[in-house]
């Protein structure tokens, strides 16, 4: 049976009590009651694990053998034999290695920052020449990439430009801007309005009424008060209001930010397990049409002219190929307000370390979004647009993680795992599995909470992920250790009491 549940009790559930297998099809979950049993997420001061690089995991044949981002990587609780840093009194006398060691790369950024002759204190030139060379082989990784990315995107858009000049159903474009490259497809190109995203049947329909409806009804509460509102009484209801003021394109691009209703939101999402939420949020349709594309895409992309792109050999970004109004649409219209619910406290997604007060509501608590499809396939080699066939433990570099199915219908294995919140006791442990949920629908859980993907075992499984941050609010109060660990005190170096 498909479950409800109450968004105040969701914001307080802790893992410490959901221990049980949950699967997405036949909704497993706890019930609201039992969740309700639970006290606040362990707060930890303490890291007790963490990624390494060092182990090479999976088939070596398949593109990242399964790791993320090409990277082999696998998770373990640290133990005290292993070392798991690197550097450590490697090559300079006094154990000094901003090269190799990445602690003392952050102590000396963060001593440059708050100390006036930082430098001063070193007894050795050398070492300074130690950090110099640090520092500017890192600025070389910036320049490097930088360079290549422009290479790469350029490349990517005149071959999606050949894809859809390719297409008959469709006249071509007169600019080379990447989302004028979709411009005149019937579904792929941004609607403008409403209407138009209704008729595009991209949204699952209950999806597109919780989005309508709660922007309908404040236009109607605005009629119904015959616009007096004063300046006096701005701030909520106004903003509230001018959103289904704007059309679509707006909520694309920023300019106004939705509020769901939460009448309508709890009977939308549905909770898994701790700290993992589903809902139905695309068509079959859509999905299929996205899949396909993708798959035309990186078809293409083994052409000779191509290859050297390597598209659909990585997860393929969509702001690349010019669909990042896709990423932008889900990102503000469902994202953003449902994760000022959800992960208020266990993320800390609201100011004042906790609660949701109005300021932080307010507030564009989450305010980036990268969003890229995954392909995995029992055999990805063989397969275009498949980099994988399994994935890792880990976590994302986001804070929130919204996870859609698109398919195919017919794939085996491929479950999502969970397991457990970095710096909760139950880092490490399996705390539930997302099975194979419907085409179309999503997961979002917190991007720190460990996960993995099984082998699929036959057929193609293809996921829409979109990774959201906050840099404007937790990423500027607290330093990568703190973040990653989820430490939420307010003592952080990059805490305002230091600034
Ligand atoms: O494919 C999935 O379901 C998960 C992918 C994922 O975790 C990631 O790309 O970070
Ligand atoms: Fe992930």
């Known amino acids: 049976m498909r479950k409800r549940f109450i968004l105040s009790i969701a914001i307080l559930t802790n893992s410490n009590t959901v221990q049980s297998m949950s699967s997405v099809n036949n909704h497993s979950s706890k019930s609201a009651t039992e969740e309700r049993m639970n006290s606040p997420p362990a707060q930890t001061g303490d890291a007790s694990a963490g990624e390494v690089d060092d182990d090479v995991v999976g088939d070596s044949n398949v593109v990242g053998g399964g790791a993320i ?3 082999p990587r696998y998770y373990r609780p640290t133990d005290n034999t292993t070392d798991s840093g690197s550097g450590f009194g490697k090559s300079s006398f006094d154990g000094w290695n901003p090269s190799s060691n990445l602690a003392h790369m952050l102590h000396a950024l963060v001593g440059l920052e708050r100390y006036p002759n930082y430098l001063g204190r070193f007894q050795y030139l050398s070492d300074i020449e130690l950090l110099e060379n640090a520092l500017e082989s890192r600025l070389s990784d910036v320049r490097r990439q930088r360079s290549e990315i422009i290479q790469r995107r350029k490349g990517i858009q005149q071959l999606v430009k050949r894809y859809t000049l390719s297409m008959t159903e469709f006249v071509g474009f007169n600019d080379d801007s990447p989302c004028a490259l979709w411009r005149d497809h019937p579904i792929l190109s941004p609607p403008q309005t409403w209407i138009e995203l209704r008729d595009k049947k991209m949204l699952s329909d209950h999806a597109f009424r919780v989005a309508h409806l709660s922007t ?19 701030s909520m209801s106004m903003r509230h209001e001018s959103v289904a003021l704007h059309p679509v394109r707006d909520i694309i691009d920023g300019k106004v930010q939705i509020h769901l209703r939460q009448s309508l939101l709890e009977e939308f999402v549905c909770q898994e397990m701790f700290d993992v939420y589903s809902f139905p949020l695309l068509t079959a349709e859509f999905c299929s049409l996205l899949r396909t594309t993708l798959r035309d895409l990186s078809t293409l992309a083994e052409s000779d ?13 969509l702001d690349t190929i010019g669909l990042g109004w896709i990423t932008d649409l889900l990102f503000h219209m469902f994202i953003h307000p449902i994760s000022r619910h959800l992960f208020a406290t266990t993320e800390k997604l609201a100011n004042h370390g906790g609660a949701v007060d109005n300021t932080a509501i307010e507030s564009r608590i989450l305010d980036w979004r990268q969003g890229y499809v995954a392909g995995y396939s029992a055999k990805p080699m063989e397969r275009n647009g498949a980099q994988r066939n399994f994935l890792v433990p880990h976590t994302d570099d986001s804070e929130v993680t919204l996870n859609c199915c698109l398919g195919e219908e017919s794939f085996v294995g491929g479950d999502v795992e969970f397991h457990g919140l970095r710096g909760t006791p139950e880092e490490g442990m399996l705390v539930g599995t997302a099975r194979r949920p419907n085409v179309g629908t999503a997961l979002l859980h917190s991007g720190r909470h460990l996960h993995s993907v099984s082998n699929v075992m036959s057929g193609d499984r293809y996921a829409l992920i979109i990774w959201s941050r906050s840099w404007g609010n937790l990423r500027s109060s607290t330093c990568p250790c703190c973040w990653m660990n989820r430490r939420q005190d307010t003592t952080c170096i990059c805490g305002k009491r230091w600034n």
């Open 216 to 234: 309908a009804s404040m236009k109607k509460a605005r009629n119904a008060k015959g616009d007096k509102s004063t300046k006096a009484g701005t």
């Open 69 to 71: 981002n090409e990277k």
């Open 305 to 317: 002219e191509f290859a050297h792109l390597q598209l659909g050999r990585r997860p393929i970004d």
